[in-house]
């Protein structure tokens, strides 16, 4: 069990649906990332939030969309997307803020398949 | 371009024996040193941190770091088959825009044959 927990754990959505994924941290954490990882792949960073405000966003298409709506919370709402979209989907969160030295906890991740 | 290299194995080592893991680094700024452990299917899970020249040991398992050498890596004592999995080393290096973010390497497959 990880102290970073999404939901859900899978998720099969067709190309024209609307749906998000969640993460939530009750560790104190100031810092939440989203990382897309395929198969074989590391994790490739996709958004940073510190202290809730969005500090990175690593060139994602729009049709991801974060969300923090507070220092718990992480969303990424997810519409129109592409069948190379599938993936899993990993919420990592870590102490201070970025520029943090510490490292990231992830949680087990949301894996997607886009029909 | 910052880089993270690993060598993408996979590395077979019997039980009982040392698995090492090596890992280099493309920016000299680079202030934090990772390795997490992500078996087939599931998440990272952090296993050392390391931020300063040397040796630091938890358990079986020991990270070396040598930034003159731009050089970081595990060592794994008396190997178990449970710990086959994917190892990555993960660097924070310096940003000029301020904050940190993490660089993965491809990770290396490490293989314990019991």
């Not at chain 1, 969309?65 to 220092?71: A, D, G, R, T, V």
């Amino acid at each position: 069990d990880t102290e970073v927990t999404q939901t859900p754990k899978h998720l099969v959505m067709g190309m024209t649906n609307k749906k998000s994924l969640k993460c939530e941290q009750h560790m104190g954490h100031r810092a939440m990332y989203w990382y897309k990882q395929k198969a074989k792949k590391p994790p490739e960073l996709m958004f940073v939030y510190s202290y809730e405000k969005l500090s990175i966003n690593e060139s994602v298409p729009s049709r991801f969309s974060p969300e923090c709506p507070n220092s718990s919370l992480l969303n990424l709402h997810l519409h129109a997307l592409q069948p190379e979209d599938s993936a899993l989907y990993l919420c990592a969160s870590s102490q201070e803020g970025t520029g943090s030295n510490q490292p990231q906890h992830f949680g087990d991740g949301t894996r997607l398949s886009i029909l | 371009q910052k880089e993270v290299e690993q060598n993408s194995g996979p590395l077979s080592v019997p039980e009982g024996a040392i698995a090492s893991l090596n890992c280099t680094y493309s920016d000299r700024g680079s202030q934090s040193f990772f390795w997490y452990r992500q078996y087939s299917g599931k998440s990272p899970e952090l296993i050392m941190s390391i931020y300063s020249n040397g040796d630091k040991e938890d358990g079986r398992f020991t990270a070396q770091l040598n930034k003159a050498s731009q050089y970081v890596s595990l060592l794994i004592r008396d190997s178990q088959p449970s710990d086959s999995a994917t190892y990555l080393c993960a660097v924070n290096p310096y940003s000029n825009t301020g904050g940190f973010k993490t660089i993965f390497g491809a990770g290396t497959r490490l293989f314990v044959k019991a």
